[in-house]
């Protein structure tokens, strides 16, 4: 184990850290350049993934209507879920305590802990959310948040550890949490279709001789 900051971080860990960011450091800078971007380029990608699996079920059923509005959810109560074990773990970042170059530039002020990976738990909640609304797009958002959560290992400023938890754990939330809201908001939509309009029925009868 390695001491970081008030965690013991698993050496494996440590030591894949290492040896990403020293390929990283010494990778062509096309490969810098593009994974550097990559690694909030990505999430916006997903972002745009989940807006159209979200529109393509917007002329559906209830529920499909239902997982169209709370597609956002997962994505956001994973981001707050990885805020809070992050002050509860405490980790150090990786750039702050092991001595290497990284492509990131600077490493995130003191206090900004490492574990989990924030992009990596949005990337992982918005790739499965998306696949859990269209299996096309799915399928493309899956690699992609891979590699948005391999990106902040190479730019250097999260451990490998520190990603994996993320991208499973906000896959994890989006599982739980879309049929979780999906079924209460389907049946809200439905009783709504079903409702009489009863301002118009007035209208109607009053407008009759």
Partial sequence: MVNNG?????????????????????SPEPVQWFVGHATEG?????????????????????????????????????????????????????????GREIIAGACPPPGDWSFPSNHATIAGAL????????????LIALPLAALGAFSRVFVGVHYPHDVIAGVLFGALVAVVVTPLL????????????????????????????
Avoid at 59 to 65: E, I, Y
Avoid at 127 to 138: F, I, P, Q
Avoid at 196 to 207: C, E, G, N, Q
Wanted: hydrophobic share 45%; aromatic share 4%.
């Fill in 42 to 98: 990505v999430i916006l990608l997903l972002g745009a993934l989940l807006v159209m699996a979200a529109l393509s079920r917007r002329s559906g059923g209830p529920h499909d209507r239902a997982l169209a509005l709370i597609s956002p959810v997962p994505a956001l109560l994973a981001y707050v879920g990885s805020e809070f074990f992050k002050t509860v773990v405490d980790q150090d970042r990786p750039c702050r305590t092991i």
């Fill in 127 to 138: 790739a499965v959310t998306t696949l859990l609304l269209s299996r096309r797009l799915g």
């Fill in 182 to 209: 999906a079924r209460p908001t389907s049946e809200v939509l439905r009783r709504r279709a079903n409702r009489p309009d009863r301002p118009v029925a007035k209208l109607a009868s009053r407008s009759r001789p």
């Fill in 6 to 26: 008030s965690t013991d971080v698993p050496e494996i860990s440590a030591e894949w850290y290492r040896d990403v960011v020293d390929a990283a450091a010494g």
